[in-house]
């Protein structure tokens, strides 16, 4: 390379037409770094996300994706085989619309359940997420292109994300959020790594010499390249501390990956040193993952292969949290069904934001949200937007013979007129989530509470289908008969849900989330930086002189369950609950501390899936409460499996001083059917250990 072409790779654009004319070889799309023709370098085409190849309102065209169902849904699955399929399927997607990055793998924990990304990330639980991010960053990889692992590290909000200061203790961010990151690069291997806009311990990640450099490229080996979020780069200092690859330039305040970094190199041959460090890891990634093997040859995609893979997710990702009576499924005595609101009639509902993705032809509704956004950006968050799956139809087409009604929900009163009328109300609630902005309570919106209660209360029988970006609290539960959460459902959402009403799928999904009973119970009930005088996509910074410091200790590294349990609150529903239309037993637990062995028999009376959770309950006499194996299993009736999962060595240690310590003695572990319904402990005596993740240094 040239002195001039080391410059080169180091910084990408928007690749958005408002952002001035594009060059010849990019496409609409979130981000183009030129290559090398020279040298046979191909440039970077970047395309969203995690949840399929984003739509960008259309300014690519008509032509739309798969929208897979949100990686709550993915998680509820505990499926890794599943999680890889869905990236098979997205990162295949974006190589045939002319991609070769998808800037995939949000793997954040869910920290703060209003978090308003919530439903593109996956769990509150650093093995479950390390696991089915790593399998899914596998899937998309395998398709010759990169993915990243995003948002590195501990992004867990939106509320002032590009100003808010996490604080946060070393061990409690390794046992934690940088342990999911941890497993999913392990797992994945993947090619780039995206760093965040806030800050850690009073350091922009993007920025974190201890973040990107000790942590991930000197602790964990990482060979990759580092790339920023858009618009998160504070200055050319970035590149001496971790950062490879300037992202969506345009919306920092200079190219600091460019002129300014050439002239640091000039000056610095340490900086020049950095430089070519800089390329070789952008490089190593592009070789490693195939990119100039096989150019892009755009070509359509296949939409119906595609939703079926969004159906599969999304029937094993729908969790049933409450079933009286078994109400469900449907059986033939519902001759009058009344379907009330939320949208049921129109699409299933989907997440906002630089994830959201359409099928071709664009949503079947959307609804606006208000909110400032600047002219030019405004179609990138349009409102609540609905996928042409339609749940009514997909539920009459199931109720053979019986009549089925559907109510808007706009009036409560025509709505419990409806409910008197049947035998059976479904009564669909929806809960918009999106980029940039934290929900601000855990309650259903639009009086949509009131409406449930009112339904539940007028027919016994009532139903109630949840489509929210995370957790939701529930003050009608009890006069209802059943409840399912089906997340934002994806492309065939509808027939899905429609499917697990009727009894076609048998519901096995497990809460990848805690659902609290009251916010009180959270371990902060404000979230920091809530009082930003701006908002949107990029909000004006803080009046001088106003910080924004999460205190992430508060709960340190237990988060979600772990938090439940070490404080005694206990949820409304606990992480990894899910009802079947089955039954199951787990049993016969043993261990020795590195497998798991435990029997998993379906007693019930028709076949299903479910998954045995092991739990370490107690660490050198010290209460513990950390999911350290999970193994899901498909049975039929009577039959029953001896599983073996391998247990993580990380989940049973603390970090200390620079290491993994196992502190030995009893440590004991429980099979859970949740993070709360526990058996009786299995206790092995463990001798000390202490490692350091650092990898033996490369002959
Ligand atoms: C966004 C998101 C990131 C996305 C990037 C490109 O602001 O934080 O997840 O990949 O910018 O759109």
Not at 364 to 370: E, Y
Not at 639 to 645: K, N, Q
């Amino acid at each position: 390379m040239t002195e001039e072409e080391r410059f080169v790779l180091t910084h990408g654009m928007l690749s958005l037409p408002l952002a001035g004319k594009l060059p010849a070889d990019a496409i609409v799309g979130a981000g183009y770094v030129a290559g090398i023709p020279r040298l046979g370098i191909p440039p970077l085409r970047e395309t969203d996300a995690t949840l399929g190849v984003a739509y960008l309102g259309g300014l690519r065209g008509k032509e739309g994706a798969t929208p897979l169902p949100a990686g709550l849904a993915l998680a509820s699955s505990w499926n890794p085989q599943l999680a890889r399929q869905a990236g098979e399927t997205i990162g295949l997607e974006a190589k045939q619309k002319g991609f070769n990055v998808l800037l995939a793998g949000g793997v954040n924990l869910v920290r703060e359940p209003r978090n308003g990304r919530s439903f593109e990330y996956l769990s509150e639980d650093p093995l479950l997420s390390g696991i089915l991010g790593g399998a899914s960053i596998a899937g998309i990889q395998s398709n010759k292109i990169i993915s990243t692992v995003k948002h590195f590290a501990l992004n867990d909000q939106e509320t002032a994300r590009n100003y808010v200061d996490v604080r946060v203790s070393e061990a409690n961010a390794r046992e934690s959020d940088l342990l999911a990151f941890q497993i999913a690069i392990e797992r994945g291997d993947p090619g780039s790594v995206m760093c965040a806009y806030n800050l850690v311990n009073g350091a922009y990640t993007c920025d974190s010499d201890w973040l990107l450099n000790k942590v991930l490229k000197r602790d964990w080996g990482y060979k990759g390249f580092v790339m920023s979020d858009w618009g998160s780069v504070p200055g050319v200092s970035t590149a001496m501390n971790g950062l490879d690859q300037q992202s969506g330039s345009q919306l920092d305040k200079a190219v600091y990956l460019d002129k300014p970094l050439k002239d640091a190199a000039s000056a610095d041959p340490g900086v020049a040193a950095r430089v070519r460090d800089m390329n070789r890891r952008i490089l190593r990634s592009m070789f490693a993952h195939g990119l100039e093997d096989t150019p892009p040859a755009p070509k359509p995609i296949d939409a119906k292969a595609g939703l079926a893979v969004a159906e599969a997710v999304a029937k094993e990702g729908i969790v049933l949290l409450r079933n009286e009576r078994d109400v469900l499924p449907l059986s033939a005595i519902a001759k009058k069904i009344a379907v009330i609101g939320g949208y049921a009639d129109t699409g299933v509902l989907s997440g906002g934001g630089s994830s959201q993705v359409q099928m071709t032809g664009g949503p079947a509704a959307t609804v606006p949200v208000g909110g400032e956004v600047p002219e030019a950006l405004a179609f990138l968050l349009p409102g609540e937007t609905y996928h042409r799956s339609n749940p009514l139809k997909a539920i009459r087409a199931r109720a053979k013979g019986a009549d089925v009604t559907f109510t808007s929900g706009r009036y409560v009163s025509e709505a419990v007129d409806a409910a008197k009328a049947a035998d059976v109300a479904i009564v669909f609630a929806t809960e918009w989530r999106t980029e940039n902005k934290d929900v601000p309570d855990l309650n259903l919106p639009n009086g949509q509470d009131a409406l449930v209660a009112a339904v539940a209360k007028a027919n016994p029988n009532t139903v109630v289908v949840l489509q929210t970006g995370g957790p939701v609290l529930m003050p009608w539960l009890s006069d209802t008969a059943a409840v399912l959460e089906a997340w934002y459902p994806g492309g065939s959402g509808g027939e899905a849900i429609a499917s697990v009403l009727f009894g076609e799928t048998n519901p096995s999904g497990k809460l990848p989330v805690t659902f609290p009973r009251s916010i009180a119970d959270l371990p902060r009930t404000v979230i920091e930086g809530k009082d930003l005088p701006s908002s949107g996509m990029f909000p004006a910074p803080p009046p001088a002189g106003v910080t924004y410091r999460a205190d992430y200790d508060v709960e340190g590294s237990d988060v979600g369950y772990r938090w439940y349990a070490r404080e005694g609150k206990r949820p409304l529903f606990p992480f990894g609950f899910g009802l079947s239309y089955s039954r199951f037993e787990t049993s016969a637990l043993t261990t020795d501390g590195k497998v798991a062995r435990f029997t998993v028999t379906n007693t019930g009376a028709r076949a299903g899936a479910t998954v045995g959770q092991v739990y370490l309950v107690s660490a050198g006499g010290e209460r513990r409460r950390r999911l350290v194996a999970f193994k899901k299993v498909f049975l039929q009736p009577g039959e029953h499996r001896v599983l073996d999962a391998a247990i993580d060595p990380r989940l049973l240690s603390e970090w200390e001083s620079g290491r993994w310590s196992i502190k030995g003695g009893e440590y004991s572990f429980a099979l859970g059917s949740d993070a709360e319904t526990l058996g009786p402990p299995v206790t092995v005596k463990l001798r000390p250990r202490r490692w350091s993740d650092r990898p033996a240094p490369s002959k």
